[in-house]
């Protein structure tokens, strides 16, 4: 157990090994816990395995996607368990866009393409705020844009309360001491800082504005004085976790106070759709992340560490865009998620309990991994037509027609959430493709496409590039098709594919 001193008074405790066993004995102390399946809290243990908890305030950080341990928002989480389990959907979780203003100008910013230069109305906001809560939300972010450009965000958070965990995602622009100690006292329970490099030139080259580095520090450092719990919130480039960087810039972010780092990978939306270069972590690239994960959040020299391509996996939560997540942009626009730009009704005109439904009707159930993985060719030609995010319900219909969750995530296996209800196959087909002539990743997409509009039968897929032919075999099998490599032969790779 590692104590960090703030001022002679014990603020916050890194907990690891037996100091974790001991928090979730206390919870089996709740009712509303210890009626919640055993196997299932079996499950809850052993998916802690490789996370740290985080204890401040006497109130315990499990795990970046659930609401604290200890509060009202945990409690109110706890209670929709048996209705997730039912199979009934609601925005357990909501990240709202409450400005689309923002000063910086990110490489990767999954906003851009927005033309609704208005801020998200006060009125309209505690509106809607009271009614995700009252549909059984326990978790929003404050998103943009830029949150802390809005003046009255001080308001905003008073009016989510305690009845949900409240992040604010912010570049730190104007989140000085004061106002984080003034956002904590209004009920604000933790600032997300974002934070790419410890080198300054790299941050501030990254984000399109000079100076973004120490910005981004400053209030990582008012932030944690402030008592708030303080997130780094990073996107590492391959070349950063190839030079071996990542041990370092986790330890340099604790140093300036971050309790947690909260990592994504380049995500093909926003400014990067259609972006090949940037598009993803490579495989190699991925494994090395959930291994620091695994490894570092045993170490008590390091911040706990939240790498979400690991979290939103298979084995653990996976994607809940468009069932228990879901994104509202600033006019109102709902998404499923804010990498997936794709709308389902406004809150202003079919309100959010319409567009709410409309959207889960197409998602039907969590995802096995992250959606924007089995879509991203597809929001780019929707862009490439459309010519603005976020794209059209007309295109999100037939998007979502294409990309179906078929295979639900162990969380909710293990729940015993009913598994979706899908269309009737089609009859079994058999097609070719010829794709020697395209460089990766275009024969993957080409392959994940002709399958979607297959839905089943055998697809024989011939290509001349290993990268090729790894890709396309694990885009197969993770969209429940069995792979084989039939023929090798000078370079040139026949993959029978059948579902
Ligand atoms: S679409 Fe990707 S980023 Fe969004 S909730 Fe799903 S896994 Fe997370």
Redesign the pocket.
């Known amino acids: 157990m590692n104590k960090l001193l703030l001022g002679g008074i014990e603020l916050v405790k890194y907990l690891i090994g037996r100091a974790k066993d001991l928090v979730m004995l206390k919870m089996l102390k709740s009712k509303e816990i210890r009626k919640l399946d055993r196997k299932f809290l079996f499950y809850l243990r052993e998916s802690s395995k490789y996370e740290k908890f985080v204890e401040i305030d006497g109130k315990v950080v499990m795990n970046s996607q659930m609401p604290p341990y200890g509060t009202e928002a945990f409690n109110q989480f706890i209670k929709t368990i048996p209705q997730i389990k039912e199979g009934k959907k609601f925005p357990l979780s909501c990240n709202i866009a409450i400005t689309n203003r923002c000063n910086f100008s990110c490489w990767h910013c999954s906003n851009w393409g927005r033309e609704t230069p208005e801020d998200f109305p006060l009125e309209l906001l505690k509106e809607t705020i009271w009614k995700l809560q009252e549909m059984g939300n326990s978790f929003i972010g404050l998103t943009g844009g830029e949150p802390t450009l809005r003046d009255d965000l001080e308001e905003i958070v008073e009016a989510i309360g305690t009845r949900s965990h409240t992040i604010l995602f912010t570049n730190g622009e104007k989140l000085t001491y004061e106002r984080a100690k003034e956002l904590k006292r209004r009920g604000l329970f933790s600032a997300s800082v974002s934070l790419d490099h410890f080198k300054p030139e790299i941050h501030d080259k990254q984000r399109g504005y000079d100076g973004a580095f120490d910005i981004a520090v400053a209030a990582i450092k008012a932030s944690n004085k402030a008592g708030l719990y303080t997130i780094a919130g990073v996107v590492p480039t391959r070349g950063m976790i190839n030079n071996g960087e990542i041990p370092t810039f986790y330890k340099f972010l604790k140093e300036i106070g971050a309790h947690e780092v909260r990592v994504l990978a380049p ?1 093909p939306t926003g400014r990067l759709v259609g972006n090949n270069d940037a598009r993803w972590c490579g495989k190699d690239e991925e494994k090395q992340m959930w291994e620091y994960h695994m490894k570092l959040n045993k170490d008590k020299d390091f911040p706990k560490i939240s790498e ?1 391509s690991y979290l ?1 996996s298979e084995g653990l939560l ?4 468009g069932t228990y ?1 879901m994104f509202i942009e600033n006019d109102g626009t709902v998404t ?5 730009p794709l709308s389902f009704g406004n809150v202003k005109k079919e309100g959010l309990e319409a567009a709410f439904n409309a959207m889960t009707e197409r998602f039907q159930s969590p ?1 096995h ?4 993985r089995a879509a991203h060719a597809l929001f780019k030609k929707g862009f490439d037509k459309e010519g603005k995010f976020p794209l059209s319900k007309e295109t999100a219909m037939e998007i979502t027609g294409k990309v179906r969750n078929k295979k639900m995530p162990k969380f909710f296996q293990v729940l015993g959430m009913p598994p979706p209800v899908f269309e009737k196959e089609k009859g079994k087909e058999k097609e070719k493709l010829d794709l020697r002539n395209l460089e990766c990743p275009e024969p993957v997409w080409r392959t994940q496409e002709k399958m979607w509009d297959m839905k089943g039968g055998v697809l024989e897929v011939l290509v001349n590039e290993e990268e090729a032919k790894n890709n396309v075999e694990d885009t197969a099998k993770s969209e429940g098709w069995s792979a084989k490599v039939e023929s090798e032969d000078n370079g040139e790779y026949l993959l029978i594919l059948s579902s």
């Open positions: 995500i979400f939103e996976g994607c809940m865009a997540h499923p998620c804010d990498m997936i995802r991994e992250c959606y924007v």
